[in-house]
């Protein structure tokens, strides 16, 4: 086995880190990007490891792996990796990676209308530039839907209520304010415990179906805590994958949160702000009111800012007893 040598360019979006990964991956290969992902959970799962886990990453590590279209008319397909796989959808993962593609050349488009494949389904994202430079980059979701409002027993909570809603992946909202949970970061190992207890519980209790009737889809993302914030209209703490903290406000869950404001009728056409754990925000409305396979959903718009922070070669040594990769806490 020789050493294995894998190119990145470092950013992030709101804080949330991406990698996105250059050169020395190998191929990918299906005829959609949701088997392409299964391909790449069965046989390249040790360079997703390599990438996200210590020693070269850290518990909360994102990634993403640009490849060809899976359409004929789409300008790049994209497989997105965290600490436990591969997500079938990740907005703040689309706003870096349509800065840093074309402002590194990664892939061609139109500036206006760029066509991205994912696991989830389209994407169409808009780069806007000033001066120059690309500042905010904006997309249109897959469909986004409520599916079903649920109570469920939790360790040290007790009965807790979700909603339960698709924004490109499934997640569990829940109000931080009605458990006495602070959303920051000097709380984040109680809201890790909480939200992997929550996530837990909802597998547990709740069959998740996607109208789609693709099964790859029909599982839990993670848990969104969400309460008022003053300066703007609430703020989002995401607890994702296996334990993960978003560092942003998560733009698939601000999809979701746009489609349970807008089945309650609280949200139209307007922009909304939700912040992060950090205090940084994403902005979201709704599009459109569409039929989702005969399910009510809604085409969100997310809008964001992304950064570079700058490139790294990472090499892998067959003969490096920690070359799995590891997670401590």
């Known amino acids: 086995m020789n050493q294995i040598k894998i190119t990145t360019i470092e950013a992030h979006t709101a ?12 191929d990918v290969p299906g005829k959609t990007i949701l088997a392409r992902r299964a391909y790449a959970r069965e046989h390249l799962d040790h360079l997703r490891r390599m990438l996200m886990l210590e020693p070269r990453g850290h518990a909360d590590m994102y990634g993403a792996l640009l490849m060809p279209p899976a359409t004929d008319d789409g300008d790049v397909g994209v497989l997105f990796l965290h600490n436990e796989g591969y997500s079938t959808m990740c907005g703040h993962g689309i706003i870096a990676m349509v800065k840093v593609g074309l402002e590194h050349g990664l892939f061609a488009a139109d500036e206006s209308d760029i066509k991205i494949d994912t696991p989830a389904g389209r994407i169409r994202a808009s780069a806007h530039r000033q001066d120059g430079v690309i500042t905010d980059v904006s997309f249109l979701n897959v469909p986004s839907f409520v599916f079903a409002e649920v109570a469920v027993d939790v360790p040290e909570l007790g009965s807790v209520p979700c909603t339960i809603a698709y924004g490109g992946a499934f997640y569990a ?5 009605a458990l006495g949970l602070t959303l920051d970061a000097v709380h984040c190992q109680e809201l890790i415990r909480h939200g992997m207890a929550i996530k837990r519980a909802v597998m547990r209790d709740c069959a998740l179906k996607h109208p789609s009737g693709d099964k790859d889809l029909n599982f839990l993302y993670g848990t969104i805590f969400v309460a008022k914030q003053d300066g703007a209209h609430s703020r989002n703490v995401c607890i994702f994958a296996d334990g993960e903290v978003d560092r942003s406000p998560t733009g698939t869950g601000v ?3 746009a489609a349970i404001h807008h089945a309650r009728g609280e949200l139209g056409s307007e922009w909304i702000r939700i912040e992060s754990i950090l205090g940084t925000s994403f902005d979201v409305r709704v599009v459109e009111s569409v039929d989702l396979a005969g399910a009510k959903a809604i085409v969100p718009e997310v809008r964001g800012r992304a950064h570079v922070t700058g ?3 990472f090499w892998l040594d067959p003969d490096d007893p920690l070359r799995d990769g590891f997670v401590i806490r």
């Open 15 to 26: 804080g949330e880190p991406l990698r996105i990964i250059t050169s020395g991956y190998p």
């Open 173 to 177: 909202y829940v109000d931080a304010d």
């Open 255 to 257: 999809s979701g949160r």
């Open 311 to 313: 490139k790294a070669e």
